[in-house]
Nanobody, 114 residues
């Protein structure tokens, strides 16, 4: 089982990034998926949720209206479109799969700074 995040980097405040999470080794379309983030010195917080079919999504209040979670079950890939980024969005972002098992990616660093 593998979850591999990509797309992180350094961006100025107000900018955008799109994170991807490529899944393999399990039936991606059977799993609800989540994005979490962990800022330095803090715990891991839930950012967004998407159901296995993509028909249901939820967001943390701090990112509502700015972030969009989506998935492509044909490509076994999860996405997080992040717009209007703020310095407080700086964190390592992790994708998570929850179904008959629970799996985590290794994380991708997002830094929002001028």
């Amino acid at each position: 089982v593998q979850l591999v995040e990509s797309g992180g980097g350094l961006v100025e405040p107000g900018g955008s990034l799109r994170l991807s999470c490529a899944a393999s080794g399990f039936t991606f379309s059977n799993y609800h998926m989540r994005w979490y983030r962990q800022a330095p010195g803090k715990g891991r917080d839930l950012v967004a949720f998407i159901s296995s079919t993509g028909g249901s999504t939820n967001y943390a209040d701090s990112v509502k209206g700015r972030f969009t979670i989506s998935r492509d079950n044909a490509k076994n890939t999860l996405y997080l479109q992040m717009n209007s980024l703020k310095p407080e969005d700086t964190a390592v972002y992790y994708c998570n799969a929850m179904g008959s098992g629970t799996y985590w990616g290794q994380g991708t660093q997002v830094t929002v700074s001028s």
